[in-house]
């Protein structure tokens, strides 16, 4: 399970992210609202632990602004913040929990198993679609319009990485690392090659063009 901290008090966070990597998650640390934000909108987490009061960007806005993105990762709100008024304010932001500091080690990992739990029972996604491009991830097609599209397994996946994160920018390491599982940088052009294939599929012989290279950052998927 994949978990991202987003905490400015560096000693309160290695306490934190240490306890949760001896229970078998895996973490990722922000130690503040803009680069947490950053990586909520742009990595795939499993949940998000999020404080309150946050340099550059409060968590609260962090958290509203993930929900107008459409991203439903399950967030536990930290804070020193503890009044009804303020749990409050959280749970309406977008918040799935609210703790409030100080907390017990213990107490925090049984509410995130337990946000982890509900995200669990929930119904997988099966489709993806942007604009008239879809894409059925049971059956295993693709089509644009009524016209089906024939893809290879590694340009399905690399689409299917595209569509889950429609409208962000997908770096190269993010490619590298979820497509290809490499956790260094080959030298190679295999990701340009590859996208050169899909955008023949997808957008050569349709309109709007939907894969767009983002220049210095990497692709985006945008219907229209």
């Known amino acids: 399970m994949r978990i991202l901290l987003i905490e400015d008090d560096i000693e309160a966070a290695d306490y934190l992210a240490k306890g949760l990597r001896e229970s078998g998650f895996t973490v990722d640390h922000a130690d503040n609202g ?14 998000a632990i999020v404080d309150r009061m946050l340099p550059k960007m409060d968590g609260l806005t962090v958290v509203e602004t993930l929900r107008k993105m459409g991203k439903q990762t399950p967030v536990l709100f930290l804070s020193a913040l503890g009044e009804v008024d303020d749990r409050v304010k959280g749970l309406k932001a977008g918040g799935d929990d609210y703790l409030a500091k ?18 669990a029972g929930e119904a997988p996604q099966s489709r993806l679609r942007v604009a008239d491009l879809e894409m059925d991830l049971l059956a295993r097609t693709v089509k644009r319009g009524d016209t089906p599209i024939q893809l290879q397994p590694r340009e399905f996946r690399l689409l299917e990485y595209l569509l889950r994160h429609a409208g962000q920018v997908v770096t190269r390491t993010m490619l590298l690392e979820n497509v290809w599982d490499y956790h260094f940088d080959p030298q190679t052009n295999v990701i340009d090659v590859h996208i050169s294939r899909l955008r023949q599929k997808v957008d050569k012989d349709f309109d709007p063009p939907l894969i767009q290279t983002v220049r210095g950052a990497g692709y985006c998927v945008r219907g229209g």
Do not use: W
């Open 102 to 119: 100080p907390y017990a080690f213990s107490e925090l990992q049984a509410r995130l198993e337990a946000l982890l739990r509900r995200r």
């Open 34 to 47: 803009m680069d947490g934000l950053y990586l909520a909108s742009n990595e795939d987490y499993d949940a």
